[in-house]
């Protein structure tokens, strides 16, 4: 009768994962530890010849299909879902209040005038700011969100100074003086290429 081969199995051992032979009619048991072996097979498989590579192949598999089907799920998930948030983040929503309810009997609000193309929307109603006009920065005094009162502008791109005069500034230009509802109202300067130039509406 041939003699059975066996791997140890307790961790412990120092003939931990080593081929074991037993005779025949004796205890199939690690003679160190005394543990039950684990019976070696002669084929393919994770104890036999090529039993490592197809551990691996077969690791690989289970991989593949793990990551599959985390894929499928996250491609079915309901997106709707509230996400989850970690505690101690703030998931307060601000939502702005319309205008008309605002207003009470001790206020008096100012009538509301359709802002600037490009006009920030931190400019104040009235007093001093800066404003965008889109072809000049505007700093000065505002009334309703419009240039009102002393004020500079700083152009950003070509433009008539006055609409009936032939003045053109350049980007980088200013001008300083009176502004009336948004546009030059008296006399001021125009400041281009280190020269002064006076000019009214």
């Known amino acids: 009768m041939a003699k059975k081969k066996g791997v140890c199995v307790n961790i412990d051992c120092e003939n931990y994962k080593k081929e074991i032979e037993v005779e025949p009619g004796s205890e199939f048991e690690c003679p160190l530890c005394h543990q039950p072996l684990k019976e070696k097979t002669t084929g393919p498989g994770p104890t036999g010849p090529g039993g490592g590579k197809m551990a ?3 690791g690989a598999v289970v991989l593949v299909l793990a990551l599959g089907g985390g894929a499928y799920y996250y491609m079915t998930s309901d997106k709707s879902a509230e996400p989850q948030v970690p505690a101690g983040v703030d998931t307060t929503v601000v939502t702005p209040v319309p205008q008309d309810t605002l207003k ?4 008096k609000q100012e009538e509301e005038v359709p802002a600037e193309p490009k006009e920030k929307k931190s400019v104040p109603i009235t007093g001093k700011g800066t404003v965008d006009l889109g072809y000049a920065i505007y700093t000065g005094d505002l009334k309703n969100g419009k240039p009102h009162g002393y004020g500079t502008l700083t152009y950003k791109r070509s433009q008539k100074i006055v609409p009936s005069k032939d003045f053109i500034a350049n980007p980088g230009d200013t001008f300083e ?13 125009w400041k281009h290429d280190g020269n002064e130039t006076a000019v009214k509406p």
Not at 104 to 107: A, E, G, L, R, Y
Not at 177 to 189: L, N, P, T
């Open 104 to 107: 009470t009997d001790s206020v």
């Open 177 to 189: 003086g009176e502004f009336r509802d948004g546009k030059i109202s008296g006399i001021g300067y």
């Open 56 to 58: 691996i192949i077969i």
